[in-house]
């Protein structure tokens, strides 16, 4: 999944991440993300698209700088973000 279209006012990044290797078993992954900038106006989270399941979610956010992280899921799409007004 990718993330949405560059908001001027917004600069942020969302990754999936390994969480660990568990041999034979499928891996686990969260979604990490973070701005470096957030219009005054707007809010984002950060989410871990699920195969077959609802997508994990962090709450909704308006600091930059700071690394936000989901729960941690095996069976993923990948990692995004959403921008939304407050």
């Known amino acids: 999944m990718a993330a949405p279209a560059a908001n001027a ?9 390994l969480v660990d290797d ?3 078993l499928p891996d ?3 979604a990490t993300g973070r701005c470096s900038k ?8 950060i989410s871990l698209g699920r195969i077959a399941d609802f997508d994990y979610h962090t709450s909704w956010f308006t600091r930059t700088n700071t690394t936000y992280s989901t729960n941690q899921s095996t069976l ?3 990692a995004y973000y959403t921008v939304r007004n407050v």
Not at 9 to 16: E, I
Not at 38 to 45: A, M, P, Q, S, T
Request: proline share 0%.
């Open 76 to 78: 993923t799409r990948g």
């Open 22 to 24: 568990r041999g034979w």
């Open 28 to 30: 686990s992954h969260k």
């Open 38 to 45: 957030i219009d005054g106006n707007k809010k984002v989270r």
């Open 9 to 17: 006012a917004t600069a942020c990044s969302a990754n999936r991440v």
